[in-house]
């Protein structure tokens, strides 16, 4: 009776715990921003480039623009005549996310959803970020975000 217990408790924490972590075995980790992200097995190979964004019609209180990096990941399989859709992930500093409540004048409609943070950087994708459905992956890349998303959950701590 003791081992079945006992075989009972370590299959309920494996469940336990299989729920707060990836299956996606591709891991990207920048120590820059302190940014985890998975990839599945198809995406090994993967590129990374690291564009910017800058707020045109807001200033922070400083009165400088708001601004921030883009890490954009790219499938292995791109090509120019025949590309696959890009994940790109927003880097916003935590203040500014924090004062704005995401509310960020950077596309045309749509809002920002945070996929992780941690003490200096908050990191989000727009909720259109993968609405061209002709460009090949562009369902995938949507599973791929929800998953870190998923994942990732940070709950927000008091007093920060």
Same mark, same amino acid.
């Given at each position: 009776?003791?081992?079945?217990?006992?075989?009972?408790?370590?299959?309920?924490?494996?469940?336990?715990?299989?729920?707060?972590?990836?299956?996606?075995?591709?891991?990207?980790?920048?120590?820059?921003?302190?940014?985890?992200?998975?990839?599945?097995?198809?995406?090994?190979?993967?590129?990374?480039?690291?564009?910017?964004?800058?707020?045109?019609?807001?200033?922070? %209180?400083?009165?400088?623009?708001?601004?921030?990096?883009?890490?954009?990941?790219?499938?292995?399989?791109?090509?120019?005549? %025949?590309?696959?859709?890009?994940?790109?992930?927003?880097?916003?500093?935590?203040?500014?996310?924090?004062?704005?409540?995401?509310?960020?004048?950077?596309?045309?409609?749509?809002?920002?959803?945070?996929?992780?943070?941690?003490?200096?950087?908050?990191?989000?994708?727009?909720?259109?970020?993968?609405?061209?459905?002709?460009?090949?992956?562009?369902?995938?890349?949507?599973?791929?975000?929800?998953?870190?998303?998923?994942?990732?959950?940070?709950?927000?701590?008091?007093?920060?």
């Amino acid at each position: 009776m003791k081992r079945m217990t006992a075989v009972c408790a370590l299959g309920l924490m494996i469940l336990v715990g299989a729920g707060h972590r990836s299956t996606l075995p591709v891991v990207y980790h920048s120590e820059r921003y302190g940014l985890t992200f998975r990839l599945p097995e198809s995406w090994r190979g993967y590129s990374v480039r690291v564009k910017h964004w800058r707020e045109d019609a807001s200033e922070d %209180d400083r009165g400088q623009r708001l601004h921030g990096s883009i890490i954009v990941f790219r499938h292995p399989g791109w090509k120019a005549s %025949d590309p696959y859709h890009d994940i790109p992930i927003l880097v916003f500093r935590r203040r500014d996310w924090m004062a704005k409540q995401g509310d960020f004048n950077l596309y045309a409609g749509g809002v920002f959803f945070e996929l992780t943070h941690n003490a200096k950087y908050v990191f989000a994708t727009h909720s259109r970020f993968n609405l061209d459905y002709e460009t090949k992956g562009a369902d995938e890349v949507g599973k791929i975000v929800a998953a870190n998303r998923e994942a990732s959950r940070t709950p927000w701590l008091i007093n920060e």
